[in-house]
């Protein structure tokens, strides 16, 4: 089966990690093409494209505000993505319970095995 291209398919948008690196940085809130490059030490023209890309999907919309473009997450466009990695929280879910069940069994083992030890003599401590 073919590949959608990039510019068509939020999975394929993603997939780039400096992509979701600036997915997470905007989600913080509307910001400049600028302080993008900033705060994750990328060149201007890679942010320019990254966020090309994720606009394209959709996934980040932009407003002028003066000389700057001004971004910002598009939360619905994300929601296909939640909705597909939900169907798999059954495993994570299933997962965090079975350590959860462990730890609790080790926390019960470890006061039993204190409540069963014998109180030996009490040692003193010289205190100087």
């Known amino acids: ?34 302080d993008v490059v900033i705060a994750l030490q990328i060149d201007q023209p890679s942010a320019s494209k990254h966020l090309k890309v994720l606009r394209e999907v959709g996934l980040v919309s932009a407003r002028r505000a003066g000389r700057q473009q ?12 939640f909705d597909w990695a939900k169907t798999y929280e059954r495993f994570w879910t299933h997962q965090l319970s079975r350590i959860k069940q462990r730890a609790e069994k080790m926390a019960a083992e470890k006061r039993a095995a204190g409540s069963r030890k014998t109180p030996g003599k009490a040692t003193r401590h010289k205190e100087n």
């Open 70 to 81: 001004l971004y910002s997450v598009n939360g619905k466009r994300l929601k296909p993505m």
């Open 1 to 34: 089966m073919a590949r959608a291209a990039t510019s068509s398919d939020i999975f394929n948008a993603v997939a780039e990690p400096r992509r979701r690196e600036i997915l997470d940085y905007l989600a913080a809130g509307e910001r400049p093409v600028n």
